[in-house]
């Protein structure tokens, strides 16, 4: 019984089972005291079955203990000294409860999250399967249509945005120096909700009608008319945007206000900057998602007709609030990748990055651009024609920003010692290839003419998965490795690593190159079925994804097994300058048993002398006034570079 | 790095751009062009072609020239050089890119002026779009006589070659998207109401090579989205008026007996928009 009283799984599958009960217990009264029909079943409706699907997964949270702490606080009882039993994690089960320690909670983001990964690329074979040959020959067209869009919403909402938050929850801390998150209860509570969001997209599957089919973009008025799968999506939306939002405002304040003694703005390694960026954007785009999933929510079950053309509603509207929230998003995806980027091509390359300030001031012009950009999804959509023209410039201009990283990161690479030893290097490198391929593709879409042709066709498939894929996902497979010894202890097999990363460069070129040129002779995106003329490349790139998908079952096999069984790692495998190097690999329960003092820049390899933070408990003698300006770093006697414990 | 070096670079870099811009300007990347706009269309995308290949031979010759250089020897576990930037350097590559793509989106303006400007012998053509269906309506060609006098409808579309379309869409349920890949021309079918005069819903294109081609809806529309598709036959001014007075006679044949005919398709059409 004391598992059902005390905070845990056992009392939040009863939180979840009370709420849902109480839910649909709710929409029934109700229904019968206002004298309607008990069940509507029509196929918008379903009002006791979308209740209980916000109300189970709020007990679900209630129950894990997500709320206790804040609960007393609001009730007036004493609160429970902080006896430090939810940080840290001495066993796997640790891992399954309600923790406040951002290293668990990293862990957490991260194996969730790669969970979802893998059920969204399974997806993703199903749907390549289909498309291999034209015709209809393993799912029908409204299981297909629910698949691209769960495919869609699991990698967007429950993979890439919060993967990158896993990563940074983990080493940021570390890497300002900080003991912890600044909101470490907030920090538990962002990550219960993820889950929620994608058990939401996944359960759509068993709802009548399938799963939510209107794409991952789920444009009104097919959305607001498509079965009750959507209402999944919708509510899904609001659990992973309020995990997002949460997640954001906690590393602004922990950037802000818990950096170590010494850490300017200008010492900041660039992957702070970069979730710095991100969660600017985050804070201020993603409540417009949030809002008009409600706004569709509300359309289908309330009659609200925000969307409904025939009763004064504003069809085009919905796409102009969703691209405001969804053009940002595709920074939020990629700038925590570009922060990973260049830790690990600095570190591997041994060279400071070329032109700090610039590179993190792009990130800046990137945020600052990306609001600015969002109608050039909607270039043959019917708004406003005279917005094209502004919005076709902003977004030619946001790839001024973007260019400086690449050849800022290329610049890295002149004059420096590479090793391609590590196969978060690797990643890093192909990232580059990957992605200027991207970018080319998306500046030829930011013109109108072309966009005109290439609009909604495989062209943009192509395109969003060369920065998404080549982009992001690389980016994320370079931070996993990358900071893998400093997570697990271990060291993972870089054979193993090297396939794996060979194996996913040529599945993704492979399956991605041939998307362009099927689209540009015109195969439209969302299709089940394809003019015959399209066969052949399909068949390609079908063979290629499931190289790209098999890859992927190795990088399983080499995390799962050297997390186990991989020889121990040191604390600084990499001879990397970060703070987070500096301390044991895992790090301490407590990061710091001193908080570390900032003297220098990040990067400053080859620099006689130069630190960029000096540990607690370490003899180390700073003669000289700490120098303000990264770069500028002066010799400092007495300890040496690279001075790894 | 030597001046040398450099020099060296820099033509294996437009050595690059020549020979892959040649290689990639030999295919027809959008298949075959069949309207007068398709041309300034691909000819800006062929110049982005030569750009793009100029920008990736970039990339990828210092990105290569980097990795075979600097590559660590074996046990070399030193650093490299402490170079922080340079100051004119930065803001060359934040300049130039500057340029080369305000001139991109100067070009791409000019081409959307140019695809956009209106011929003086337009023929309206109303084309609606329902889950799944395609309907194509002929104002100029009206079809009776009187208060049952109706434009031409028909579920193929035929146009006369040369003549510019001034296109009118509609949805009456969900967004569908307008498209022949051979003339390059895209625009959504938005369902609208009330406030519908906000829709930017008109567009021009001039087919200019007689052909029968496909009609594809470019925007999900739900299970028959990839089903739905029209044919389209661009014919001479002398076949296309045959086709209309053809048309025109088996509706009004089909009119005759059903008087009613025409209001009930527009219930049914209402009764269709979800």
């Known amino acids: 019984m004391s598992a059902l009283r005390n905070p845990g799984l056992g009392r939040a599958g009863l939180g979840f089972a009370i709420g849902a009960a109480f839910g649909f217990g709710l929409v029934v009264a109700l229904r019968a005291i206002s004298g309607l029909e008990i069940f509507q079943t029509e196929q918008t409706g379903y009002p006791h079955l979308i209740v209980p699907a916000i109300t189970g997964p709020l007990g679900f949270l209630v129950g894990l203990g997500c709320f206790d702490y804040w609960f007393r606080w609001a009730a007036g009882k004493p609160t429970i000294a902080e006896d430090h039993s939810q940080h840290g994690a001495t066993s796997w089960r640790d891992y399954f409860r309600f923790n406040t320690d951002h290293k668990v909670i990293g862990i957490q983001y991260i194996v969730t999250t790669f969970f979802f990964f893998l059920v969204g690329g399974l997806i993703a074979m199903l749907i390549r399967a289909e498309l291999a040959q034209p015709g209809t020959q393993i799912v029908d067209p409204q299981t297909y249509n629910g698949l691209f869009s769960t495919h869609a919403a699991l990698m967007i909402f429950v993979f890439v945005i919060p993967v990158f938050a896993g990563i940074a929850n983990y080493v940021l801390p570390l890497m300002i120096g900080a003991p912890d998150m600044a909101f470490p209860r907030l920090n538990a509570l962002s990550f219960w909700m993820l889950p929620m969001a994608g058990l939401l997209f996944l359960s759509s599957f068993l709802v009548p009608g399938g799963a939510f089919d209107a794409g991952w973009t789920g444009y009104a008025p097919l959305s607001t008319g498509a079965p009750l799968g959507q209402s999944f999506f919708n509510l899904g939306v609001q659990f992973a945007g309020a995990s997002s939002i949460a997640t954001a405002l906690n590393f602004l304040v922990t950037i802000i206000t818990m950096r170590a003694p010494g850490m300017t703005f200008w010492r900041m390694p660039l992957l702070v900057w970069a979730n710095l960026s991100t969660s600017l954007l985050v804070v201020a785009a993603t409540p417009f998602i949030a809002g008009v999933q409600f706004m569709v929510l509300f359309d289908r079950v309330l009659h609200t007709n925000f969307f409904a053309a025939a009763y004064g509603g504003d069809v085009l509207s919905y796409q102009h609030i969703f691209w405001f929230y969804s053009h940002p998003a595709v920074y939020i995806m990629m700038l925590p990748g570009f922060g990973i980027v260049s830790e690990v091509l600095s570190t591997h390359a041994r060279k400071p990055i070329f032109g700090y300030r610039l590179m993190a001031l792009a990130l800046i012009g990137i945020v600052v651009l990306s609001y600015t950009v969002w109608a050039h999804h909607m270039f043959v959509s019917g708004m406003f024609s005279w917005l094209r023209v502004p919005m076709m410039i902003t977004t030619l201009l946001i790839a001024v920003p973007t260019g400086i990283k690449i050849f800022s990161w290329l610049a890295t690479l002149f004059d420096g010692v590479i090793h391609l030893r590590s196969t978060a290097m690797l990643f890093a490198l192909g990232f580059i290839v990957t992605f200027v391929i991207g970018g080319i593709s998306g500046v030829m879409l930011g013109m109108v003419p072309i966009d005109i042709h290439v609009s909604d066709t495989y062209f943009i498939v192509a395109h969003i998965h060369f920065v998404l894929f080549g982009g992001s996902v690389f980016t994320i497979f370079a931070g996993i490795y990358h900071w893998f010894p400093k997570m697990t202890g271990r060291m993972y097999d870089e054979r193993l690593g090297r396939v794996h990363f060979y194996l996913t460069l040529v599945g993704m070129l492979g399956t991605f190159i041939p998307m362009h040129w099927v689209g540009m002779e015109g195969m439209p995106r969302r299709v089940a079925d394809y003019a015959s003329q399209f066969g052949d490349w399909n068949l390609v790139i079908s063979i290629s994804s499931f190289i790209l998908g098999i890859a992927q079952l190795i990088f399983m096999y080499n995390m799962i097994v050297s997390w186990k069984w991989g020889p121990r790692a040191t604390s600084n495998p990499w001879r990397a300058n970060t703070i987070e190097w500096q301390v044991s690999s895992p790090p301490p329960v407590f990061n710091f048993d001193e908080i570390p003092r900032v003297v220098g820049g990040p990067y400053e390899y080859g620099v006689p002398g130069a630190r960029h933070a000096i540990m607690g408990g370490e003899e180390a003698v700073v003669r000289q006034p700490e120098p303000a300006v990264a770069g500028a770093a002066t010799t400092s006697s007495g300890s040496s570079a690279g001075g790894s414990s | ?274």
């Open chain 2, 1 to 274: 790095m030597t001046r040398a070096t450099y020099g060296k670079l820099i033509l294996v870099m437009l050595a690059i751009t020549v020979v892959s811009s040649v290689v990639l300007l030999q295919f027809e990347w959008f298949g075959d062009a069949a309207s007068e706009q398709a041309g300034p269309i691909d000819t800006l995308f062929d110049v982005m072609i030569v750009l793009s290949c100029f920008v990736f031979a970039i990339v990828m010759v210092m990105f290569a020239y980097a990795l075979w250089k600097y590559r660590a020897k074996p046990g070399d576990e030193s650093d490299g050089k402490p170079i922080h930037g340079n100051t004119r350097l930065e803001i060359a590559w934040t300049v130039i890119p500057t340029i080369i793509v305000l001139f991109g989106a100067a070009y791409s303006w000019v081409i959307l002026d140019d695809i956009e400007a209106e011929a003086s012998d337009q023929m309206p053509l109303h084309v609606t779009g329902q889950q799944y269906k395609w309907t194509f309506e002929y104002p100029e060609e009206m079809v009776g006589s009187g208060d049952s006098a109706a434009p031409l409808t028909s579920d193929e579309l035929h146009v006369p070659v040369d003549r510019q379309l001034e296109v009118t869409v509609e949805a009456l349920d969900v967004l569908h998207s307008f498209w022949v890949p051979e003339w390059r021309i895209k625009r959504d079918l938005v369902p609208s109401g009330p406030g519908g005069d906000e829709i930017d819903d008109t567009f021009v294109v001039t087919p200019n090579e007689e052909g029968t081609f496909s009609l594809v809806c470019t925007e999900l529309c739900g299970l028959g989205h990839s089903t739905m598709r029209a044919t389209v036959v661009v014919e001479s001014q002398e076949a296309f008026d045959q086709w209309v007075s053809e048309q025109a006679q088996a509706q009004e044949g089909a009119s005759a007996g059903a008087t009613e005919a025409s209001s009930s398709d527009g219930a049914a059409a209402a009764a269709n928009g979800t």
